[in-house]
């Protein structure tokens, strides 16, 4: 049997990472899991009502223990986008396999992403989108071992560049 591994995607809100993971588990004959959907099992109850009754905070712990809790090798990753706040959890999942970063700008990310308010965002309450991107974007350059602009390309096109650029690793 060919050996394999997982491939973790991170990136903002909107970035793509639940959709085109989906079809990349197909593309590579992988699993596929979205660690969102992980701590609403583990939690029981939907990521807005954790975020309404507890807090964003306690949101990022919560997600961090998840991944951390989680053995997921053959898997594709999509993670949310504020796994990245969890330094430990995000060396968990980088032991299943590379990272790759779906970077869309904030013009784009506007445009996919138009109930901010509403979206579930484990962020500051007084922090805007752009300040959000700001400082996520950092962190999610800082975990990547591949990055893809996501810019004007459609999801076939994304997905082509994720398995060439996966491919070379
Ligand atoms: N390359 C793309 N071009 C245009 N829209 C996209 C692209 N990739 C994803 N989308 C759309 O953006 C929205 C957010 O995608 P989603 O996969 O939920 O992002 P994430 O999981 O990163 O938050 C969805 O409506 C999806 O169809
Ligand atoms: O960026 C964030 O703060 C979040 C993104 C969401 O996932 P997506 O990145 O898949 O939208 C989800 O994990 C949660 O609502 C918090
Ligand atoms: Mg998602």
Do not use: W
């Not at 309450?125 to 974007?137: I, T």
């Not at 560049?161 to 996966?166: H, I, K, N, Q, S």
Request: charged content about 25%; some cysteine.
């Amino acid at each position: 049997m060919t050996p394999q591994r997982s491939v973790i995607l991170v990136g903002m809100p909107g970035a793509g990472k639940s959709t085109i993971g989906v079809q990349l588990a197909k593309e590579l004959a992988l699993d596929f899991v979205d660690t969102d959907l992980l701590i609403q099992l583990r939690e029981g109850k939907p990521l807005q009502d954790i975020l309404d009754e507890s807090g964003y905070l306690q949101l990022r712990y919560i997600e961090e223990q998840t991944l951390l809790e989680s053995f997921l090798p053959n898997h594709v990753i999509a993670t949310g986008g504020s796994a990245v706040y969890g330094q430990e959890g995000m060396r968990h999942l980088r032991g299943f396999g590379p990272i790759v970063f779906l970077d869309a700008s904030l013009a784009e990310l506007k445009r996919r992403i138009r109930n901010y308010e509403t979206r579930g965002i484990a962020r500051r309450p007084d922090q805007s989108f752009e300040e959000l991107f700001a400082e996520r974007r950092t962190l999610y350059q800082q975990v990547a071992d591949i990055t893809i602009e996501c810019d004007g390309k459609d999801q076939q096109q994304i997905l082509d560049e994720v398995c060439v650029a996966l491919a070379a690793v």
